[in-house]
């Protein structure tokens, strides 16, 4: 998500609907311009991290590929926890091979000492919702079949026992969805999750709280997202994003040991996830839930500045998440 405004329809040759700035501008003739997120990153081995990464098709029904990143340094013998990550880019924009994500998931990557899988999950407007969740849950499927386990870079170097999914924005909106189908879905018995790293994630509501509140602007540009993304009689309190909202399942019985959930404090999506973290200690669910706020900071800064030190105090905190054992509820504010 970014902090702009929905712009105006604009009269010309080949006339505009909507414009979502920075995501995409929709024309009437039914044609659209992705605004940001096509550029391409390859795959191959990073120079500063030496975190090697390779593309695979996963999901050969629907032309889903995934992007793995493994060190290049570890010990072939080593066996490494395994990531699922979810990018964000609001279900419009962005891929594996967008580079912020490419290089910012390298410096994850180096920092946790993890395999890691980077999902290309189908986006809106060519792929409605709910396309990007099941080719969430159709990854988490395929990590449970014998045709991953059999991967090359997964047999050799990953513990399928010690399973995470990790996301930023909407792809920690996503996380949180696949640990609570996973609660009632016998896929549930077959996949260990240890925990979920919920970076900035994209929740939202029809009524606004803490920081919407004061800023309206920011709350219609996101209404307005959100609308057009998914099409949905509740509108912004779909169960989609807002997990509290009536018919909701809330976060009762999510099928992990661990959460972690962080936040930026000049995010409008703020105020969402810490009500998640609330939601979630009250519910006495995981043993271990964690939150840590970052000061100074808006939404998904470490994808723009993964070498600034506040990016490196968001990389090792994931890193203790699934390196770490024990039972907390902890919250953390970095200045």
Not at 210 to 225: H, L, M, Q
């Amino acid at each position: 998500m970014a902090p702009a405004g929905a712009m105006p329809a604009v009269q010309g040759r080949n006339q505009v609907s909507l414009e979502i700035f920075p995501y995409i501008r929709v024309h009437k003739d039914g044609t659209f311009d992705r605004l940001a997120g096509f550029e391409i990153a390859p795959p191959g081995i990073d120079p500063e991290t030496h975190v090697e990464s390779k593309d695979i098709l996963i999901l050969p029904d629907t032309g889903v590929s995934a992007r793995i990143y493994r060190p290049s340094s570890v010990s072939a013998t080593t066996k490494l926890p395994l990531v699922i990550y979810f990018h964000g880019g609001a279900f419009i924009i962005s891929s594996i091979a967008d580079p912020k994500y490419h290089f910012c998931l390298n410096a994850l990557v180096a920092e946790c000492n993890v395999v890691l899988i980077s999902v290309d999950y189908r986006r809106v407007p060519e792929h409605p919702l709910p396309a990007a969740y099941d080719d969430s849950w159709a990854a988490l499927q395929w990590i449970a079949s014998e045709e991953a386990q059999s991967e090359p870079w997964l047999r050799e170097r990953a513990d399928f026992n010690r399973l995470f999914l990790i996301g930023d924005s909407g792809g920690a909106n996503m996380s949180h969805h696949l640990a609570m189908r996973l609660r009632d879905d016998v896929l549930g018995e077959r996949v260990k999750l240890l925990g979920i790293g919920m970076i900035q994630p994209y929740f939202w509501g029809k009524m606004p709280i803490g920081a919407e509140v004061a800023d309206p602007g920011r709350k219609a540009w996101v209404d307005s997202t959100w609308q057009f993304v998914c099409v949905s009689d509740k509108g912004c309190d779909d169960p989609l994003i807002n997990p509290f909202a009536d018919g909701s399942p809330g976060v009762d019985g999510l099928a992990c040991k661990k959460v972690l959930v962080i936040v930026s404090q000049k995010d409008i999506l703020r105020d969402r996830g810490r009500l998640y973290y609330e939601k979630l200690v009250e519910s006495g669910g995981p043993a271990e839930a964690e939150f840590m706020e970052i000061d100074g900071v808006d939404h998904v800064f470490h994808i723009y500045d993964p070498s600034c030190e506040k990016a490196k105090k968001l990389f090792k905190r994931v890193a203790s998440l699934i390196n770490s054992d024990g039972k907390s509820h902890e919250k953390e504010t970095v200045e």
